[in-house]
């Protein structure tokens, strides 16, 4: 027990705060993936066949490559990306881009992969006779999508994206190779400076499992607050 | 875009794609067999036994399968009777932590699948098994266990996919998988996209097969 204690004694004030940084990824992740989600979604349900092959190509590369594969990809090209671009403008600098940003948009890229399904298959799944009423009833294009189907959407997306929440929270584990410091990273520098590998990989499972415990709950009751009504 | 090193790179990964491919059918064949073992044991009146294979596909599926593997490749040879038994010869070598890890793990969601699999038969069929006599293994054996196979085709070919995904962490414990020696080849030349699109190529096109192969048995088993 005095290995997890707070100060200099103990590792608990490092878990404690990798433990903060898990969350600050996963919900930076999360959001990016929504980001990613709301572009992708219209060109995956869209008339065309171009953009529906865009949408298609998305989902599919991303759902079907290795997440370690994708944060590789990330991690070693992505300052590279950054300075070409940058280079256009005129600024040959080197630039470094920080962990914690390669890091959640490579997992962002990721779930809004999955993001995306779950939207195509909520919004497929409202009865037409919906969009049909709200063009009836003359509303605007923008206000049909705000008003009538994003808050249809919303609940049946729910469950869905609480299981994309998940995926995604185990994901940031993978992050620890690029080396930043969350719970798999300092367990993994915590082992190292101890030699208790066995106890610190516990504990890491310990806390992922409380987390994983918690936004069940959460979300639980977002769930029942977006199904008022039915 | 520099082809030159896509192509030669290709000998390589294909190379690696074995050690994927071996990872990934060793572990898949251990796991379903973990997985019909706990999804029997689900199925158990018995709360202890019911909570104990609920307590194993929770833990399994709540935590990341990096930690997974790092608690059984580094953690389990920190104990000392471990190291003096004849589980030694298996845990010091990284291929069979990998594949222990990605057992469990496969195992732990496989069991969930066959579990709703065996929910959803009608009581009726077994019921009709029980009125014709039929020994009550035999009904498990010969009624509910191709039924559940079947009804659990679609997920379990979801399973296989995302598994086929995570033999890519193998290469954490110094495997060199197809994920493994793509990241060599990219740290050594710098290249990540040209190496991304080769190695994501190949998974993409195992991922193919496997869709293909689970929607040819869904339509050969269909009833």
């Known amino acids: ?230 | 875009m520099d082809f030159d090193l896509m192509i030669n790179s290709f000998p390589k990964l294909l190379n690696a794609t074995i050690v994927t491919l071996k990872l990934l059918s060793v572990s898949l064949i251990i796991g379903l067999f973990i997985g019909l073992f706990f999804a029997v044991l689900r199925l158990n009146k018995n709360i202890f036994i019911n909570k104990f294979a609920y307590g194993y596909s929770y833990i399994f599926r709540g935590t990341p399968l990096l930690v997974q593997i790092f608690i059984i490749y580094f953690g389990l040879g920190q104990i000392e009777s471990v190291r003096s038994s004849f589980l030694w010869v298996v845990l010091k070598e990284p291929y069979w932590c990998a594949i222990i890890a990605f057992a469990l793990n496969t195992g732990a969601y496989t069991s969930e699948i066959l579990r709703s699999a065996f929910q959803t038969i009608k009581p009726g069929i077994i019921e009709a098994g029980k009125s014709l006599g039929i020994s009550k293994k035999e009904i498990f054996y010969k009624i509910q266990i191709p039924i559940a196979i079947r009804q659990s085709l679609p997920a379990y070919g979801n399973e296989i996919i995302l598994m086929l995904k995570g033999t890519s962490l193998a290469s954490t414990v110094t495997l060199m998988d197809l994920t493994g020696v793509a990241k060599y080849i990219i740290s050594t030349t710098f290249k990540p996209i040209e190496v991304f699109i080769v190695a994501g190529g190949i998974y993409l096109f195992i991922t193919f097969l496997i869709h293909n192969l689970i929607g040819f048995l869904e339509k050969k088993y269909n009833y």
């Open chain 1, 1 to 230: 027990m005095e290995l997890l204690a707070f100060g200099d004694t103990g590792w608990g004030d490092e878990l404690f705060r990798a433990t903060l940084m898990t969350i600050a990824v996963s919900i930076t992740a999360m959001v990016i993936g929504f980001v990613f989600a709301a572009i992708f979604t219209p060109l995956k349900l869209s008339k065309y066949k171009f953009l529906n092959f865009i949408g298609n190509t998305y989902t599919t590369v991303i759902r079907g490559v290795p997440e370690l594969l994708v944060i590789y990809l990330f991690f070693f090209g992505g300052s590279g990306a950054i300075m070409f671009v940058a280079s256009i403008f005129g600024y040959n600098e080197y630039i470094e881009i920080n962990a914690f940003v390669t890091g959640s948009f490579a997992i962002g890229i990721i779930s809004g992969a999955y993001s995306t399904e779950v939207f195509r298959g909520a919004i497929q799944s409202i009865d037409k006779g919906q969009f049909e009423a709200a063009k009836v009833l003359g509303f605007s294009k923008f206000k049909q999508l705000y008003k009538i189907i994003l808050p249809q959407m919303l609940r049946l997306a729910i469950p869905n994206l609480s299981n994309v929440w998940q995926i995604t929270l185990k994901d940031t584990s993978l992050i620890s190779v690029t080396g930043l410091v969350e719970i798999m990273r300092q367990s993994y520098i915590a082992a190292g400076s101890t030699r208790d590998p066995l106890f610190f990989y516990s504990f890491a499972a310990v806390l992922y499992l409380l987390l994983t415990f918690l936004s069940m709950k959460l979300i639980n009751r977002l769930e029942i607050k977006y199904s008022r009504g039915y």
